[in-house]
């Protein structure tokens, strides 16, 4: 069996080094766009090739990130990113959208590509999915339990999992809290962090509940390996060159020799933790424990002491190339000097023929010694070979010269491995999409509707909604769907099942905001609408939706109208206009920071922050939707302006949805008037 990869994080080039000399078999960097950590130093296309470079030199691979939604009035930036990373001779990009995929395929068509964590993959339909558009690699969501994962390996593609770093509270890419409050898109790289402020919930006093203790699986590498996991993935580009060598070598004391050191393990705890780690998603067990906060005593943990102590053991260059040689030297011919680290060989010869030694011959102690000196470099003289003639005379620093054109030639072989071809980007002139119809739709979370929603041209009710009631509402005269969780773990089978007792009631709409969700629906025949999870932003990615089979698509609540209207593509797109937009889905409910039960919630608790505003948490069983504390309303003057064809009203909270008796209703219930949001679409994100 194959060892897993350890697979370290590097926001500059010196937490590449620390990477490399402590034990990293890849490193994964940012460049200084489409980066979802945009506050690290990042790499400019020289230090991305000298990165490249320095990690191929030692048999490191590395990945580049372009993982955050980018928009059509990015994508000559776009281009020259990925042209950036093919050139430098990156091992594959990590992205987040179809769109970006679509590019690249486009631009550099060898680049292999990996999902990043931020498409929100957690099943095996999501992962399946990917294997079949041709990706080599997902990266899971964090949130998987063991079975869960191993699951997913089944599928012949490889996978990568986090073992070491922070947990967002939200499922990667379903973060839109930062944007809500502040702009910052979390799918954008500029997450501000809300999560880490005060929050309390049913009355508690000074509560985090939505601050995770860091995650550490590093004890479990074993069990990983076992399953099916390609990559251990340590998170932390935000991080210290130190973090990144103390938690590299924890994980290379753990798979080669089964165990971590105590010194080794004092030193991950020492340099950065909040109030220690957690297993807990991994594991299964999620409550209580599982959240913590940076404490002084963390803080102050990562002293000068102990991170000149962790600087130490990446200060000097490794030697983890091995190397042979061989030289050979007779008088009237150049000498010449062999190097091969097995794969590639490397010959130079000297500009001065040898000549006949006037005094002292040229030893093979002198001779062997200078060869020999391969300090500073990656390699690691194991066998050398020496050839003199007799009475061979040569100055010691033409030898030192040959050892040094072969060693910087074998570094420059060595560091370019792929050579990929790149095509010029096609013209970016999208053609702005013309709206062919007016329709209007809601989403409920109930089935105990008022005779309004008889009016819309689709309602989106819950999958797991009783059957009974779903043959109800569609023999009364209501056009109804299914909204399939965004949040699936470990639930493929009972989807699947519903789904085909929901298709044999004639119910042929499924609302689908993950791509797992996307992959069954079609399987089952279902007419496929894509939802707002699905973060589809850009041109790209709505013709891989049309592409995909997909009917239409709820477009990103992170758009802006302007940007709406100039999108491309043929495919019907729409709106959210009204409704308390979810910006979190959580598999660790925020009540359990405070050990509230799910008995005692009975799914009706809210989130209060330190200003007093309430967030209202839903939950379908499997995951929390935390609500914005105020809902989001469109006007329908506005949304006539807009290149869409249909809005959507997203009802979760509200109390009246049964009273409706005409969609007029909609604009007079004063909840829909009094303190409300029109979110991102004027205002935008970062």
Known sequence: MESIEILAPAGGFESVIAAVRSGADAVYVGEKQFSARSSAHNFDPGELKRAVAYCHIHGVKLYVTLNTIVFDDEF?????????????DADALIVQNMGVARLAREIAPDLPLHASTQMSVHTPSGVRALHEMGFKRVVLSREMSRDEIKECAKIPIELEVFVHGALCMSVSGQCYFSAMLGSRSGNRGACAQTCRLPFSVQGQKGGHALSLRDNSLIPRLGELQEIGVYSAKIEGRMKRPEYVAAAVRACREQRDFGFITDATAEMLRGVFSRTGFTDGYFSGRIGKEMFGTRTKGDVVSADEKLLSSIRAGYRDEVQDVDITAAFSARVGEP????VTDGALVITKTTEMNCEAAQKVALSVEKCRAQLSKTGGTA???TELTLDLGDNVSLPLSAINQLRRAALEELDRARSVRHNYSINPPKKFDFKPYRRKSNEQR???TGTKLGAGFRELDLVFVPLFADTRELERLKNEGYNIGVEIPRGMFGREKSITAQLRKVRSLGISHALCGNLG?????????????GGFGLNLVNTYDLLWAEEYGIKDVELSFELTFSRINRLGGKIPRGIISYGHLPVM?????????AGISCKSCKNQSKMTDRKGKHFPLKCDGGCTEVLNCVPLYIASQEISNLSADFNIWRFSVENYVEKVETTADFNRFSMLKDNFTRGLYRRGVE
Do not use: W
């Open 335 to 338: 000498a010449a000097l062999t």
């Open 76 to 88: 000559e930036e776009l281009a020259d990113a990925i042209k950036t990373a093919a050139e430098a």
């Open 585 to 593: 889905l959580c598999r660790a409910c925020p009540n359990k920071s």
């Open 442 to 444: 809601a989403r409920v």
């Open 517 to 529: 969700a996307v992959y069954l629906a079609k399987q089952e025949g279902f007419t496929i609408h």
């Open 379 to 381: 390699y690691k003289m």
